[in-house]
């Protein structure tokens, strides 16, 4: 059971450039989401989905686009990166209800030049 | 929608003296609350949640945590840490009526010999 994995671990970017981070879990669990952290400003939610074929976003969207094709995959995708976006994003997982523990990956360093 | 609060971003301690990490959240509805830990270069793991009923919460680690609703509080505290217990830790909230979960910006804990 491999739970939350997130590939790469480490990626530069030039500005401009467009990447795909990608985020698949094993535990049937409905609710995916996206953060990146910063320094003195803890985790924030980009997007996240609900279930396959339904996604919406957080609080810092902009810059990022997702998509829920399965229940296993939500990919994180920048389409023109900035050094603004130049952060640690971690994908998350857990059941549809709201009380249950979240789930983690080990987060995608990246970085903007 | 929610926010939270997290009242110190360092807390530096020697081993085996108590610890208390302070927490405050906003929300106009019912909510779920979690203290989570990041250990370095590593994604966050839930240390404890309050959902309903006693409003004292016990955790792993020894790690305990208090809800106050009409302090709108929930400090974590342990009697006697460990080096071990080196790491940022984070507060978060949920609210019951909406999808996401909104975390504060993390206090880092030192724990020195």
């Known amino acids: 059971n491999a739970g939350v994995t997130q590939t790469p671990k480490f990626q530069v970017l030039k500005t401009g450039q467009s990447m795909t981070l990608q985020c698949a879990q094993d535990?049937?669990?409905?609710?995916m989401s996206w953060y990146r952290q910063d320094p003195g400003m803890g985790l924030r939610l980009i997007h996240y989905s609900v279930g396959a074929g339904i996604t919406d976003q957080g609080e810092v969207p902009n810059g990022y686009n997702v998509s829920r094709s399965t229940t296993e995959d939500f990919p994180l995708r920048l389409l023109s990166a900035a050094p603004s976006q130049t952060s640690v994003y971690f994908c998350?997982?857990?059941?549809?209800?709201?009380?249950?523990?979240?789930?983690f990956g080990q987060g995608t360093r990246l970085t903007v030049v | 929608a929610q926010s939270v609060t997290q009242l110190d971003s360092q807390v530096p301690v020697f081993e085996e003296a108590p610890v208390e990490l302070r927490c405050n959240y906003s929300s106009s509805v019912s909510v779920y609350l979690f203290w989570y830990v990041q250990y370095p270069n590593q994604g966050l793991q839930l240390l404890l949640k309050y959902l309903s009923g006693s409003t004292l919460v016990k955790g792993i680690n020894g790690f305990e945590a208090e809800f106050n609703k009409s302090q709108t509080s929930f400090h974590l505290r342990k009697p006697s840490v460990h080096i071990s217990d080196t790491a940022e830790y984070f507060c978060?909230?949920?609210?019951?009526?909406?999808?996401?979960?909104?975390f504060g910006a993390g206090t880092r804990l030192t724990v020195k010999p």
């Open positions: 535990m049937n669990h409905e609710y």
């Open positions: 998350a997982s857990s059941y549809w209800d709201r009380d249950t523990e979240a789930f």
């Open positions: 978060a909230v949920s609210e019951l009526d909406n999808n996401d979960m909104r």
